[in-house]
């Protein structure tokens, strides 16, 4: 098959434990150097926590398989130091186009509103985004990655777990105080623990296929119920980087995967579906099945699931990476704080139950699309292509029309974290909710509000005017600094103005965040290292931040 | 009045935060309903559904005007 990708092989080097046999001691060890793995060991190792990564391969993720990486987790990956990268290569989209048959009968648009400065979703191959995750993990001096390291077997205890790790040279030892279990949908990690996952297989099988091509297919994503070309089924198109295609057909339960990954059979389906005679080249052929399912919790003593370790989804939606890398963005704070004595252990059930949530509400989405492509009896088929029927024409059957809900952040609206509101506010920044993006001027320059936010805890007072706040209001913000864990207070003012004792002024240059936030005269908003909204109030009062900061870092 | 042919789902008490959260809802209802029955029973459910909502809505010009626009192209 034809190669658009050189996939790097990465030095196994002898570990120190096989040097002296010394077992040593690590604050955090990670397993599993996918996205996930890769993300949670960058976003501590930027803060200066000494982890281990350990991986049992020594190159990157084989065929394009992720695929999508939504605006949040780019969002993320921003805060990563590869964002920038991603996008470059990836390719960005905002609009869905649905077919029935022959016509077009709904399209979408993950990101109707201006002013926000990442796109809704990117295609990009799963092997770049681990390439530029692995780069940036080898800057980061207290990050040791290790390749073809396996484990092999654990021993949790009360303060740490022991891991024997197989390698090249053989067998060697090693202990964490916290163990970040990133080892994908077949994690040995669980296993080793005997931990159960509950949930439902889906009886069908789909074709992957990552076609080189010269088309031209919109930046957009494309997917047919029974079209012409594939009677009976669904596929769905995206166009990825280096005009490498991703193409899924579903094929049923009955299909046979050996017979129907032969490149005769692929390429006879493509064939069908470009029809024409265009060139085209197989790059990566697979057929999968999938399930939804998670462990009942991700936290267990010393060991934290993140990942397809501890939930999956269907792949409608692409909210299996993605919820992964929000997993690493929740946990890592909490994990850090815990670490730093700021925070109790307590803090770490709160990323459990979070994400449980979270991966609730993936795998009720994902399900329900499922659901809807596949129907499982006459009935469901029937009612699924009468709403296709009316999609074509009627608002309300286009609304109901379920090719996949793509990937957003879930709204923590039952967090013990958060401090409920005591004022009314309108939009959806609610405690709870992941920040909305908003332009503005930071020293003189433009940037965005996710740029200058998160990996600390911040308020946000929003004041018309900067230059009016008070000296004994200025010195109350510049204490908050000194509380545990810190709050930075920032000023959000219209105007580009100048705060007294140096505290930051972010200005609302197009009023977006005014518009977003609800904000007026005085609105404080208390934002988590997550970038999640913690808390918010119509004035200012120290008091009351520093209850709802404790409350935010875990102690209830 | 006419018939609603904008997007309609809610349930009193539930806020959204995606705009297709209520309509999924509604569908995923609908389709369990049917769990676990035979053609000839979902069509025997089907038929009372109908019966039941149309008396819900009651107002027989806006119910003609939903069997015009469901008997299109069938």
Redesign the interface.
């Known amino acids: 098959m034809a190669g658009t990708y050189t996939y790097p092989r990465y030095a196994y080097l002898t570990p120190p434990e096989r040097h002296d046999g010394a077992a040593r001691r690590h604050p955090v060890v990670v397993v599993g150097a996918g996205p996930v793995g890769l993300a949670a060991a960058i976003d501590l190792a930027q803060a200066g926590v000494a982890v281990v990564l350990l991986d049992d391969d020594d190159t990157v993720s084989f065929g394009s398989r992720g695929v999508c990486y939504a605006k949040r987790t780019l969002e993320i990956l921003d805060r990563l130091a590869v964002g920038a990268d991603c996008v470059a290569k990836g390719v960005s989209w905002n609009v869905g186009r649905t077919f029935f048959r022959e016509h077009e009968v709904y399209h979408f648009n993950l990101l109707p509103q201006p002013d926000h400065q990442r796109p809704g979703m990117i295609n990009l191959q799963q092997y770049y985004l681990e390439e530029y995750l692995i780069k940036r993990a080898r800057q980061l001096p207290t990050l040791d990655l290790r390749f073809r390291n396996k484990v092999v077997a654990l021993q949790p205890g009360d303060d740490g777990v022991r891991l024997q790790v197989s390698t090249p040279d053989g067998l060697y030892t090693l202990a964490a105080d916290w163990l970040i279990a990133a080892d994908g949908a077949r994690s040995t990690i669980r296993q080793l623990m005997n931990l159960e996952m509950e949930g439902q297989v889906f009886l069908d099988r789909f074709l992957i296929a990552d076609v080189v091509m010269k088309a031209d297919f919109p930046r957009e994503r494309w997917f047919w119920f029974d079209p012409p070309f594939h009677r009976g089924q669904s596929v769905l198109l995206h166009r990825q980087a280096d005009n490498v295609y991703r193409i899924d057909f579903q094929l049923g339960w009955q299909a046979d995967p050996e017979e129907e990954k032969k490149p005769e059979k692929v390429t006879a389906r493509i064939r069908a579906m470009l029809g024409d005679e265009r060139e085209f080249a197989l790059e990566w052929v697979s057929v999968y099945t999938f399930q939804c399912r998670r462990m009942k919790q991700f936290r267990h003593g010393r060991v934290l699931f993140v990942g397809d370790a501890a939930h999956q989804v269907s792949p409608f939606g692409a909210r299996g990476a993605n919820s992964g890398i929000q997993d690493t963005d929740n946990l890592c704070w909490k994990l850090r704080l815990v670490l730093d004595g700021q925070a109790p252990d307590s803090l770490l059930d709160t990323y459990s139950d979070e994400r449980v949530l979270a991966a609730d509400e993936n795998i009720l989405?994902s399900t329900?699309s499922t659901?809807?492509i596949t129907p499982k009896?006459?009935?469901?088929l029937t009612?699924r292509n009468a709403?296709l029927?009316?999609a074509r024409e009627?608002?309300?059957a286009?609304?109901?029309v379920?090719s996949g809900?793509l990937s957003?952040p879930a709204?923590l609206t039952e967090s013990r974290l958060n401090t409920a509101d005591s004022a009314d506010f309108a939009g959806?920044m609610v405690p709870g909710a992941a920040l909305d993006d908003a332009p503005l001027r930071v020293n003189g320059a433009d940037g965005w509000l996710l740029d200058h936010t998160g990996g600390h805890f911040q308020a946000l007072l929003y004041v018309l005017d900067a230059s009016a706040l008070d000296a004994a209001q200025t010195a109350e913000c510049k204490q908050l600094g000194e509380a545990t864990p810190p709050l930075e207070v920032v000023v959000v003012s219209p105007k580009n103005g100048i705060a007294a004792g140096g505290l930051r002024v972010f200005a609302d240059c197009a009023g977006r965040y005014a518009e977003r936030y609800d904000a007026r005269d005085g609105t404080v908003y208390l934002i988590r290292p997550d970038q999640h909204v913690a808390g918010r109030w119509r004035s200012f009062d120290a008091n009351r931040l520093r209850t709802a900061l404790a409350r935010a870092s875990g102690h209830f | 009045m006419p018939l609603k042919l904008e997007a309609n789902f809610f349930e009193p008490g539930q806020r959204y935060w995606r705009a297709y959260t209520p309509g999924d809802d509604f569908y995923e209802a609908l389709i369990e309903t049917h769990r676990g029955l035979s053609d000839e029973q979902s069509a025997l459910l089907n038929a009372k559904l109908i019966l039941l909502l149309a008396n819900h809505i009651g107002d027989i010009s806006v119910l003609r005007e939903a069997m015009a626009i469901a008997r299109q192209d069938v």
């Open positions: 989405n329900r659901d809807f009896s006459p009935v469901s009612f709403t029927a009316l009627h608002a309300f286009r609304a109901l379920n809900r957003v709204f959806a």
